[in-house]
């Protein structure tokens, strides 16, 4: 069995392989499509809604498991110990002249 930040490494790499390929960065002739369940998506507004979609569903707490949600329960719960000296403001609504930047 493979250690879990091997996997994870592995699959961000073959990711990033994947949108090199998407991109024409990493091939000579360019790859320009993501294939899903047989369909070949091949505009990029398209291609990243997929791939948004995607991790959106890889990264649901419904995929965790048990022991790792009663872990992250867990660790939500806990109070955080935030100290600081600085004049940051932090949490505070955004001005719409910060947006438009």
């Known amino acids: 069995m493979l250690p879990n930040n091997f996997v994870g490494e592995h699959l961000l790499w073959k990711l990033w392989n994947m949108m090199g ?4 960065k990493k091939s000579l002739s360019g790859i320009y499509h993501l294939s ?3 369909q070949d998506i091949t505009s990029i507004p398209d291609i990243t809604s997929t791939l948004a979609h995607t991790f959106s569903d890889d990264s649901s707490s419904e995929n965790f498991t048990d ?4 872990h992250r ?3 939500e719960n806990q ?3 935030f100290e600081s000296h600085n004049m940051e403001t932090y949490n505070t609504l955004f001005k719409l002249e910060e947006l438009m930047c």
């Open 21 to 24: 390929k998407i991109s024409g």
């Open 67 to 70: 022991k790792f949600n009663s």
């Open 79 to 81: 109070n955080l110990k």
């Open 36 to 38: 899903v369940n047989g």
């Open 73 to 75: 329960r867990s660790a």
